[in-house]
């Protein structure tokens, strides 16, 4: 069972910065596809980015396209979402997930594992 623990989310104006991470407590975490998903009120969950276990492999949705950057540390079982120059159609509860059969995925139903979220509010 791979615990995933999120944190960095806060209340930020428009066009400032966040960097979010997400520790798991598994070592076998470098075997896992990990991703970053949001939902907003009101709104269905939906997929922010990923990162495959190799680092070699990462994706976008495009809203988040060049303001966002996913990275991972496999040494400390951590991955990040850099998040700049954010709006306030950014705001929302932010989750990271991990995937055991997939090294990638856009595709929520491709992950086992779930945090319990961080919440990002940005201001106008």
């Known amino acids: 069972q791979v615990q995933l623990v999120e944190s960095g989310g806060g209340l930020v104006q428009a066009g400032g910065s966040l960097r979010l991470s997400c520790a798991a407590s598994?070592?076998?975490?470098?075997?896992?596809?990990m991703g970053w998903f949001r939902r907003a009120p009101g709104k269905e969950r939906e997929f922010v980015a990923t990162v495959d276990w190799a680092i070699s492999n990462t994706r976008y949705a495009d809203p988040v396209k060049g303001r966002f950057t996913i990275s991972r540390d496999n040494a400390k079982n951590t991955v990040y979402l850099q998040m700049n120059s954010l709006k306030p159609e950014d705001t929302a509860v932010y989750y990271c997930?991990?995937?055991?059969?997939?090294?990638?995925?856009?595709?929520?139903?491709?992950?086992?594992?779930w945090g319990q979220g961080t919440q990002v509010t940005v201001s106008s």
């Open positions: 997930a991990a995937s055991s059969r997939w090294s990638s995925s856009t595709l929520a139903s491709r992950y086992d594992y």
């Open positions: 598994e070592r076998t975490f470098r075997n896992y596809g």
